[in-house]
């Protein structure tokens, strides 16, 4: 009689923890999904995060490469701009040149900005448009053609047109590169 009694009782415990144990289990394994999920979702956001972030670096490295370029175009017209304000100069101090020692020194002045000029050419063909590069080889063209012929007022009467001309062309191609027009 004690193992029916038992047999009763246990079905009556069986009885009454079924449903909850069944709720218990049920709600279990629902978050246990849910802990899946989430582990799923968090991986999906790390990714995200790491894709924006390489994405950021992309983007700041191209928008510093920009700035270092537009800097040297600056830096370029700049230079060559001052050069040929200073060339513009120097043709006039030896149009006005009175005595020989007044001309030797214009035209050391002359020789060294030309030269620096040149030299600065070379860089416009890296930063510089082709109208600009096209300006100066246009320059050094007539200076060649000039170098042969006797120095005289009218002679650096025309180095100084050709100077000042120069410097307009280089001006205008500056604001228009950098939408200043």
């Known amino acids: 009689m004690q193992g029916?009694?038992?047999v009763a009782l246990n079905n009556l415990v069986l009885l009454f923890w079924k449903p909850w144990?069944?709720?218990y289990a049920g709600e279990k394994g629902k978050n246990l999904a849910r802990k899946e999920d989430l582990n799923e979702i968090l991986a999906e956001v790390r990714a995200m995060t790491i894709t924006q972030k390489e994405i950021e670096a992309k983007v700041s490295n191209e928008a510093l490469d920009r700035q270092w370029i537009w800097n040297?175009?600056?830096d370029l017209y700049t230079k060559v701009v001052d050069v040929g304000q200073r060339l513009?100069?120097?043709y006039g101090d030896l149009a006005d040149a009175?005595?020989?020692e007044e001309q030797r020194i214009a035209?050391?002045?002359l020789d060294a900005d030309l030269s620096e000029l040149y030299r600065l050419s070379a860089f416009a063909t890296i930063f510089g448009t082709q109208d600009c590069c096209k300006a100066l080889r246009q320059f050094f063209s007539q200076e060649a053609e000039q170098a042969s012929q006797e120095v005289t007022k009218h002679w650096a009467v025309r180095g100084e047109g050709r100077s000042v001309a120069l410097v307009a062309t280089l001006t205008a191609e500056a604001k228009?590169?950098?939408g200043l027009e």
């Open 176 to 178: 228009r590169e950098f």
């Open 72 to 74: 040297q175009k600056r």
């Open 88 to 90: 513009t100069e120097h």
């Open 21 to 23: 144990a069944g709720a």
């Open 98 to 100: 009175v005595s020989v």
């Open 107 to 109: 035209h050391q002045k």
């Open 4 to 6: 029916v009694a038992l």
